[in-house]
């Protein structure tokens, strides 16, 4: 006998796996935790299937739970392409827009696409929200978000869900940043700055494995005097002489640089990349937005050509 599929149940499934506990899910969907588990219940019972076990004090997938949890993402993607068909059908882009992106892309690319959005688009009500690229993408997944906006350092693996589509919109370098006034402004290469005090991302970030990496090809361990995910507060440490580091070109859209930029070997970069839910590629509001994301990074690539050939040698 055919078993029956209750959507709303194997929903409530699938974002049990997304947000790893009962309490996260029942938060994200306003309902009661006991509610939840109550549904997740029924589903069990109604497939004749256990799909949950205990995992010290949470619950997990069983191997069950996991296969059926790839079917409720099939499904949900092909739902997402008719929800796309229709949008195209009726021609307008318009409703809310979730986006979620990290701090250098709001600061040098999202003025110029908001911008863009409200002009070309009114009736496209765009959110924007400042978030951890992994947690986003997770977001992203479970429809908190729409797009998000995260970056992939050389060397580091692209994709990271099936579930998930995703493009290059700007390749961005990354470069060598020493004090302008200090003994340090002449270093050339990674290598000469083996004994320096060095500003980096936290531990365990990718920015910072990136970084780890850099060094360690040059010869040496860096020594991490001052932690902190904000560009500018690396800028901001290095243009007083407090320590040198990696930035990207980014920072320089809108201003020239205060510090002496020294470029890195073919790795030293970082790919800006645009993440949208596999299905909703060719949504007319997704193409709006990606449209005017790749041409603010074509602005940005011009603003930071003319920045950086004022940057005195």
């Known amino acids: 006998m055919a078993r029956q599929f209750d959507l709303h149940r194997l929903r409530l499934l699938r974002e049990l796996k997304h947000r790893g506990t009962i309490t996260a899910v029942a938060a994200a969907m306003s309902y009661s935790h006991s509610a939840v588990s109550q549904q997740l219940t029924v589903l069990e019972t109604e497939l004749g299937a256990q799909l949950l076990e205990p995992d010290g004090r949470r619950v997990r997938l069983t191997a069950q739970g996991e296969i059926l949890v790839r079917h409720v993402e099939a499904v949900l993607e092909q739902l997402d392409r008719a ?3 229709l949008a195209r059908a009726a021609g307008d882009v318009a409703g809310r827009f979730r986006i979620a992106t990290f701090q250098t892309v709001v600061l040098a690319l999202m003025p110029s696409v908001l911008t863009a959005l409200r002009a070309a688009h009114p009736r496209l009500g765009v959110e924007l929200e400042h978030a951890d690229p992994d947690a986003a993408l997770s977001g992203l997944q479970v429809k908190e978000f729409d797009l998000v906006v995260d970056e992939v350092f050389a060397g580091q693996p692209f994709a990271r869900s099936a579930a998930v ?13 020493v004090p302008p006034d200090s003994p340090l402004a002449d270093a050339g290469r990674v290598s000469d700055l083996a004994g320096a005090d060095w ?6 970030s990718p920015a910072r494995e990136w970084a780890d990496r850099i060094c360690q090809a040059a010869g040496f ?7 902190s995910p904000d560009m500018l507060i690396h800028e901001r440490l290095v243009r007083g ?22 470029p890195l070997p073919d790795n030293g970069y970082r790919d800006i990349v645009c993440s949208v839910r596999a299905g909703t590629s ?32």
């Open 282 to 313: 060719e949504h007319p509001s997704v193409r709006a937005v990606t449209t005017a994301l790749l041409a603010a990074c074509a602005e940005a690539a011009i603003a930071i050509t003319t920045q950086l050939a004022a940057q005195p040698e």
């Open 165 to 177: 589509d995703q493009t290059v919109l700007h390749r961005d370098p990354l470069r060598l940043a």
């Open 83 to 85: 929800d796309a068909d």
């Open 221 to 227: 361990r860096p020594n991490v005097r001052f932690e």
């Open 241 to 262: 002489g407090h320590a040198v580091a990696f930035l990207p070109d980014l920072l320089w859209v809108e201003t020239s640089p205060t510090v002496r930029l020294r």
């Open 199 to 204: 500003v980096m991302e936290p531990a365990g």
